[in-house]
Structure formats: structure tokens, C-alpha cells
């Protein structure tokens, strides 16, 4: 998958769908737009249909009432964004991203934890 940017109200979509998922088309409109006053439908369809078009949302059909679900994980998602920026930022070397968020301890200690452990594991493959 490429890593499209999605829009704020795609991004929004996809949270409720990472969250709680599968859902009708009705249920995103209610939980999204739930104090709109004018009925979000159209809205709702296209947001849908352009996430299904660039492969993040899958409709399933089996029933009468579709069902959306992602087919991406958020972190899949995080995941190509970050390569995204490293390579515009960096290219493509996350060290200098790691190296900030150490500096400026944007990152706590069970989180260094998790990324030692991951480092020790992908040097113990390689």
C-alpha cells in the first residue's frame, strides 16, 4: 500500500473504525455526526467510498446491510507515514527521528524499553 495521507474527516473515520469495527454506514454517521443537524449520509458514502478506493476500509456484502471495516492497522498506517517522513526529512533514516525523540525525552522509559527490545531481537536475527 502506498502511503496516502488521509484527510482529517478520512482520519476520523478510520479512528471509529479502529476502535469499534465493523460498522454500518449507519452507525458511522451516528457516532461521527451524532449532533449534526442536517443528515451527514452523503458525506458518510463518500468517505467511505474514497477510503475503499485507496485500499484502507473493505465492505463486506454477505449481509443486507453493509459492513465497513479497516484493512489497515492503525499502526500499519503510523507506520507508513513515519517511513513517508523519514524519507522526505531524512532520507529514509529513522535514527535522526529516534535520535530527537531521546533528545528532547519525548519518550518515556517503557517505551526505550520496548524499542531496546526490539532492537536486541533484530540484531540477534541479523
Excluded: C
Excluded at 482529517?8 to 473504525?17: G, K, Q
Excluded at 449481509?63 to 531524512?90: C, D, M, N, P
Amino acid at each position: 500500500m502506498t502511503p496516502e495521507r488521509l484527510t482529517n474527516a478520512e482520519m476520523a473515520l478510520m479512528d471509529l473504525l479502529w476502535e469499534t469495527e465493523p460498522l454500518t454506514a449507519r452507525q458511522i454517521r451516528e457516532r461521527l455526526y451524532d449532533d449534526a443537524k442536517t443528515s451527514q449520509h452523503g458525506t458518510v458514502q463518500r468517505l467511505l467510498q474514497s477510503l475503499e478506493e485507496k485500499g484502507f476500509v473493505q465492505r463486506d456484502r454477505s449481509i443486507g446491510v453493509h459492513l465497513f471495516s479497516s484493512r489497515i492497522s492503525r499502526e500499519a498506517y503510523g507506520g507508513l507515514q513515519l517511513e513517508s517522513l523519514a524519507e522526505k526529512l531524512t532520507g529514509g533514516s529513522i535514527a535522526p527521528l529516534l535520535t530527537h525523540l531521546l533528545d528532547e525525552k519525548k519518550l518515556g522509559k517503557a517505551e526505550i524499553n520496548r524499542l531496546r527490545k526490539l532492537l536486541e531481537e533484530a540484531q540477534k536475527r541479523g
